[in-house]
C-alpha cells in the first residue's frame, strides 16, 4: 500500500473526521483519538486511537513462506 498524498483531520467540538486522499474515513473519533506529533524534521504523521468490540490481528511475519502447524 502506498503513503497516501495528503491526511486530513477537522476537528469539530468534541468529534475528529480523517480524511485520506480525500475519502473519509466511514466513522467520525472521539477527539482526544486523534493526536498529530508536530516535528519539523519529519514526515508528518497521525496517530489514530481507534476502539472496538473484538480485535483481529493476522501478523504475518514472512507472507512468501508456507504456513505450517507447530
Known amino acids: ?7 486530513d483531520v ?3 467540538g468534541r468529534i475528529g473526521h480523517v480524511l ?8 467520525a473519533l472521539p477527539r ?3 493526536t498529530v506529533p508536530v ?3 519529519q514526515i ?3 496517530h489514530l486511537q481507534l ?3 473484538q480485535v483481529h490481528v493476522v501478523n504475518q ?3 512468501d513462506e508456507k504456513e505450517t502447524d507447530q
Do not use: N, Q, W, Y
Open 1 to 7: 500500500m502506498a503513503r497516501p498524498k495528503r491526511i
Open 10 to 12: 477537522v476537528r469539530k
Open 20 to 27: 485520506v486522499d480525500g475519502v473519509e474515513l466511514p466513522f
Open 32 to 34: 482526544e483519538a486523534i
Open 39 to 41: 516535528h519539523p524534521d
Open 44 to 46: 508528518p504523521t497521525v
Open 51 to 53: 476502539s472496538a468490540d
Open 61 to 63: 511475519c514472512c507472507p
